[in-house]
């Protein structure tokens, strides 16, 4: 995975998850690739063109290098299925059966922030993920089970929509028990139009991300 692009990875255990969600596969193989430094640095503000197009570019990658590695599972005589974007979808409360994020939870790589990203203590929320699942023998990482966000406020405050209520995840709770997907995505729709006069359809907005301190500290570095 490394080789062909990825910045981090990981195997979970999930067999704790509901085997539906999991289409009875034990275990997940999470994937994540990080945005250009400079392109977070930029969307402080407003999303930018720029970060629209990674944010597009990434999902891309991610669904080629999943892709190229269920068929090497397969290759290998075990059975696996890529999370790409067309077999995953999403549905009308904007969330889906089995999220790319809860793969990763259990893969070890980072825990759920308040504002219902991906928070990993190397870049912060600064990237994208995908997934597979799959029944070959790999060794499983612990599992995050509790946030590391703590006291901190920075997304809760900085979220134009106010959809982050500022509590903490944990292992089993539903997003929307501490996360507005919907008041989210509007908001999103206004700042992408603002940020980069896009149609009214395009919802994307980073701000948790720019905020993040994970990121920040990633950011300072870079």
């Known amino acids: 995975m490394f080789t062909r692009g990825a910045d981090l990875a990981g195997f979970g255990d999930l067999t704790g998850l509901q085997p539906e969600t999991r289409e009875n596969m034990p275990v997940g193989v999470s994937v994540a690739m990080k945005y250009p430094a400079d392109v977070i ?17 990434l999902n891309e990658k991610l669904d ?12 290998a005589g075990y059975r696996a299925i890529a999370q790409t974007r067309a077999q ?6 904007l969330s889906t059966a089995l999220p790319h994020k809860t793969v990763a ?11 219902a990203l991906l928070v990993t203590e190397v ?8 997934s597979i699942l799959t029944d070959a023998p790999l060794g499983a990482a612990r599992p ?4 590391k966000c703590g006291g901190c406020r920075a997304c809760t405050d900085a979220c134009p929509a106010g959809a982050v209520s500022g509590r ?6 539903c997003r929307d028990e501490f ?13 992408a139009r603002l940020g980069f006069g896009a149609d009214g359809v395009v919802a994307i907005c980073g701000r948790c991300i720019a905020v993040c301190p994970y990121t920040l500290g990633y950011l300072e570095q870079s």
């Open 88 to 93: 995953v979808g999403a549905s009308g409360i």
């Open 168 to 173: 903490e995840w944990s292992a089993g709770l």
């Open 41 to 57: 640095r930029c969307i402080a503000d407003l999303p930018t063109q720029e970060y629209f197009d990674w944010y597009n570019l």
């Open 144 to 147: 995050v089970n509790d946030s």
């Open 64 to 75: 080629g290098l999943v892709t190229f590695g269920a068929e090497f599972l397969r290759s």
């Open 179 to 191: 996360f507005d997907a919907p008041a989210c995505q509007k908001t999103a729709r206004e700042r």
């Open 105 to 115: 939870t259990r893969a070890g790589i980072g825990w759920i922030g308040k504002c």
């Open 123 to 130: 870049y912060g929320s600064m990237i994208r993920l995908s």
